[in-house]
């Protein structure tokens, strides 16, 4: 501090303004009080945990950059990341309270709400679901009518949004194999499957790195309009604490917004939370990512009625939840804010 304050005087007796030695002494003290003031402790910041839907990587730059960057800080938070593996769904670790924010699939969150768990979706990362189903360009598949009497494997949350393809191509599911596949393209390469679901961040990526020439059938381009990848709260904090869940939010969706400005250097920072990850690949996986979250509709985050509508009547069609709740119950545009 005593360095700071010496450089002001000495600041003032090179300018020449020609001042007093008593007021040299009044700004003086002044710049002491002002450098004294930086110097004492902030307000503590809140802790608070997010369990992550996958292993760290450039699918998760937005808090990756709000937190390298400062923006939760700036709202007075300190957000640990926890990350999930194939081995765990983190919604559920989130259900036994293990973390205060999560980010989860939409479908997993349905179900778990029709279970009693009174939790919300505060803001969808993935506008557009990442998922794509691939097959060899050698097998002939080329379009989800190529499906039947073929294998499929799926994983997770991947398997929704194919029924959901079939039923409304008027392709009967039973007409298929639909098996749980493995992660990684392994099983396709070995011929396990005919189609292998994956995403565009991850499957496709390793298999065009592995020189494999695929097909790519998409469940967006026949107007499956799910999500992935969505914020999520449990209600008594909505209810309770409010602005905690603005500020995450915020800074959450600022982070994206800003992250993908500069896709190069935001894939970086997913090696301060994993070293071992390849900065090629990630870079491929924010390039990926970037049309996904920032649809060039709406805004960043936001979801609408009709696409939740979506996700819980292919759910109920499928037996996999006994009755269907209404969307206002599974999410809330409340902390995106108004679309301008």
């Known amino acids: 501090m005593s360095n700071a304050i010496e450089s002001a005087s000495a600041h003032l007796t090179r300018s020449g303004f020609g001042v007093s030695t008593r007021a040299a002494a009044r700004i003086v003290a002044i710049a002491g009080l002002i450098v004294l003031a930086s110097c004492r402790p902030e307000r503590p910041l809140r802790d608070v945990t997010l369990g992550l839907s996958w292993v760290h990587q450039a699918q998760f730059a937005g808090p990756y950059y ?37 980010i989860a699939q939409p479908d997993a969150l349905i179900i778990a709400r029709q279970k009693g768990h009174r939790i919300k979706a505060v803001a969808a990362i993935y506008r557009i679901h990442p998922l794509i189903y691939m097959a060899l360009e050698s097998s002939g598949i080329r379009r989800p009518h190529d499906f039947p009497g ?31 596949r493995t992660h990684g393209i392994e099983g396709l390469q070995r011929g396990e499957y005919d189609v292998e679901a994956g995403w565009v961040t991850g499957e496709l990526i390793e298999a065009r790195k592995a020189g494999l020439a695929v097909n790519v059938i998409a469940p967006y ?22 602005e905690l869940v603005e500020k995450l939010v915020r800074a959450t969706m600022r982070g994206w917004a ?17 070293p071992r990850l390849d900065l090629a ?40 939840i006994p009755e269907r709740p209404r969307a206002e119950d599974v999410y809330t545009t409340r902390f995106l804010g108004p679309l301008p």
């Not at 920032?294 to 009547?313: A, N």
């Open 221 to 242: 381009d026949y107007g499956i309009t799910f999500y992935a990848d969505v914020l999520v709260v449990r209600e008594s904090m909505i209810e309770q604490e409010p």
């Open 150 to 180: 073929k294998t499929v494997g799926v994983a997770y949350s991947e398997k929704l949004p194919l029924l959901a393809m079939l039923r409304k191509l008027s392709i009967d599911p039973g007409e298929l194999t639909i098996v749980q």
């Open 66 to 102: 709000a937190d390298r960057h400062g923006l939760y800080a700036a709202e007075g938070l300190r957000v640990t990341f926890v990350p999930a593996d194939a081995t765990r769904d983190p919604l559920d670790e989130f259900l036994a309270g293990k973390y205060d924010f999560v």
């Open 281 to 320: 690949h990630e870079l491929a996986n924010l390039k990926a990512t970037a049309p996904l979250v920032h649809t060039g509709m709406d805004r960043i985050g936001w979801m609408r009625t009709d696409d939740w509508e979506s996700m819980i009547q292919t759910l109920h069609e499928e037996g996999m």
């Open 258 to 274: 800003e992250a993908l400005q500069d896709p190069a250097e935001s894939a970086k920072l997913s090696l301060h939370y994993d």
